[in-house]
């Protein structure tokens, strides 16, 4: 069955036909990152409007790519949460207006739910369950993904997300919204063990993040060095900076997946494609024998392939909505 899925929870525009969960007929995505880089970070207002005027050739887009029309297509899938609410509803109240229209189902996907799913695109013979370090601009969880549409937060971060971070650190450096790419990049320059910064752990909660500290201190790092007049050391600062999160991040999943006596691993979210955690959880799994699952690059930011992906999952297990569909800013991943 062909779902046509849309996505617009922050700053990307996107549609997607997808046939049976894993195979992408086609993904479109209208980027308004250029836009949003004059103000170092995504301005909800502005995200709606350039939402509004998208969504319509996007879609078009989308099924022209996949040679559909909407006679094709069984279900519309609609990321409904969680986001930015202005954004949000552009793409849901398009897809209820869809849906009155062609008499077709709509399904509401949850948006890190999405994420996880661009692992079943990218490897055919994924199944649940399997543990999920769920890494976004937005959130970092630990994920026990039980089912399809059945998940458990097993961890997750106390204050800050780990793209949060890394974009923080990379726009005190001056590298512009969203710093987390430039970051990566200027990193693999630099020496990791340069510079020393914290691992914060939260007390009786081995599984749960606090990069808040680890922020802080980078950024103290650099103002301190301007303040002096030294010239500020970007590879270094980089590279030890992301060993740090990366350490973080490995080392609670890790610990995660052995006290759950989990081999089947996954990552997903805009922080997967980050190079170095890419390549310790491939090799640290594989020295502890699990089986370790990876989207490719550029499913790992937002796109509205993935939605399709979940959407069709969701759709099997009986997730549809009726006309009365709302957009949330705020949802656990494990709501229903
Ligand atoms: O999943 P996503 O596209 O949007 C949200 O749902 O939040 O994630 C965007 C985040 C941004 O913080 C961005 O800097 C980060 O993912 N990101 C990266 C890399 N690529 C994207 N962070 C570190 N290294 C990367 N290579
Ligand atoms: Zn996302």
């Given amino acids: 069955m062909k779902i046509l899925s849309i996505e ?3 700053d990307e525009t996107a549609a997607a036909v997808v046939e ?3 195979k992408v007929l086609s993904s479109v995505i209208a980027s308004q ?3 949003h880089k004059l103000y170092g970070g995504v301005v909800p ?12 050739p996007v879609v078009n887009q989308a099924l022209a790519d996949a040679d559909c029309t909407m006679e094709d297509i069984e279900a519309i899938a609609v990321t409904h949460a969680p986001g930015l609410i202005g954004a949000l509803l552009v793409g849901v109240n398009f897809a209820k207006g869809l849906s009155l229209a062609t008499k077709k189902p709509l399904v509401p996907t949850h948006h ?3 994420h996880i799913a661009s692992n079943y695109i990218s490897n055919l013979e994924l199944k649940p369950p399997f543990l999920c370090l769920v890494v976004s601009g937005g959130h970092s969880h630990i994920v026990l993904v039980e089912d399809y549409t059945k998940m458990k937060i097993i961890g997750k971060t106390r204050d800050d997300a780990a793209g949060e971070c890394f974009d923080k650190a990379a726009r005190t450096m001056g590298m512009s919204y969203p710093g987390g790419i430039a970051l990566d990049k200027i990193a693999e320059e630099g020496n990791p063990q340069a510079f020393k910064f914290p691992r914060p752990v939260v007390n009786n909660a081995p599984y749960d993040f606090s990069f808040s500290g680890l922020k802080t201190s980078v950024i103290n790092l650099i103002h301190n060095m301007e303040q002096r007049g030294e ?3 970007k590879a270094d600062i980089c590279a030890s900076f992301r060993f740090a999160v990366v350490d ?3 080392s609670n999943f890790l610990k995660a997946a052995e006290d759950y006596n989990i081999k089947t691993l996954a990552v997903a979210g805009g922080v997967s494609a980050n190079t170095l955690l890419r390549s310790r959880l491939t090799e640290e799994c594989k020295a502890l024998g699990y089986k370790f699952y990876l989207p490719e690059k550029s499913l790992c930011t937002d796109n509205a392939a993935m939605v399709g992906s979940q959407g069709y999952y969701e759709y099997l297990s009986g997730n549809i909505s009726d006309l009365s569909l709302n957009a949330i800013a705020t949802l656990p991943i494990d709501y229903r």
């Fill in 231 to 233: 010239e500020v050391p």
């Fill in 248 to 250: 973080l991040l490995v």
């Fill in 45 to 56: 207002e502005i995200a709606s409007r350039r939402h509004a005027e998208a969504i319509v």
């Fill in 20 to 22: 049976n969960g894993r």
């Fill in 8 to 10: 617009s929870s922050c």
């Fill in 33 to 35: 990152v250029e836009e």
């Fill in 112 to 114: 890190l739910r999405s």
